[in-house]
């Protein structure tokens, strides 16, 4: 099972900023928090992980929260090429590839 | 050219038969994995080898079947396919299997209809 938890759904007005939210209360302290999107039909996309610091890098910014129990992923100016389903996933660094997928965060990007 | 290519990206087949779905990474890793994702779109890691050898074997049923001729290929065999094998099938690449980044590089999918 998923350890995180996201909003099933959102909507962002293009050009604004997207915060998704994502709690993952019993994260450990060796695991990472990694977010990857799908968009309709592609294969998922790695975005960003962290640890503790914030994060960013020319798609997005990672804010951890203090206590790493939720973090939220932000897209300074979202497009419409944005829409996509975006998924938080906590992961140990030496659990290889084994990401465990929730339901995501279906993020609409609207004109 | 593609990083993670899969082929092929549609495969329509009867129940019972014998399928398979090749993939390819031309980006040097050393891992490569084979994700499901089903009708509610939950994705779920099936296999993972790293130098060609086997490291992550879920639960999956024996009719499925993964083949690593070299560290750049890993191919999906399904045998005597069933309707609930229909999905959309991801291959995927990293560098590392046991540390790193975790950033791992999926393909475009392949989606099997069983009829």
């Known amino acids: 099972d998923a350890k995180t938890t996201q909003p099933p759904s959102m909507d962002c007005a293009e050009g604004r900023a997207a915060n998704l939210p994502c709690n993952h209360s019993?994260?450990?302290?060796?695991?990472?928090v990694y977010w990857y999107r799908q968009i309709h039909s592609q294969g998922p996309q790695y975005i960003i992980h962290g640890l503790k610091n914030n994060e960013t890098n020319e798609m997005a910014s990672l804010i951890i929260t203090e206590d790493r129990k939720s973090s939220t992923l932000i897209l300074p100016h979202a497009t419409l090429r944005d829409t996509a389903v975006y998924y938080c996933?906590?992961?140990?660094?030496?659990?290889?590839?084994?990401?465990?997928f929730g339901q995501g965060t279906e993020l609409s990007v609207k004109p | 050219d593609t990083a993670v290519s899969q082929t092929p990206k549609y495969l329509v087949t009867q129940m019972g038969n014998d399928k398979s779905i090749k993939c390819e990474q031309n980006l040097g890793h050393d891992t490569m994995y084979w994700y499901k994702q089903d009708s509610k779109k939950f994705l779920k890691i099936m296999f993972s080898?790293?130098?060609?050898?086997?490291?992550i074997n879920e639960t999956v049923p024996n009719r499925f079947s993964p083949k690593s001729p070299d560290k750049a290929h890993l191919n999906l065999h399904i045998n005597s396919l069933e309707l609930g094998d229909s999905a959309v099938y991801f291959c995927a690449s990293s560098q590392v299997a046991g540390s790193g980044t975790g950033e791992l590089f999926f393909g475009e999918g392949s989606r099997l209809t069983v009829l």
């Open positions: 080898y790293n130098n060609k050898e086997l490291i």
């Open positions: 996933i906590v992961r140990a660094y030496n659990q290889g590839g084994k990401l465990i």
């Open positions: 019993t994260i450990s302290g060796n695991e990472y």
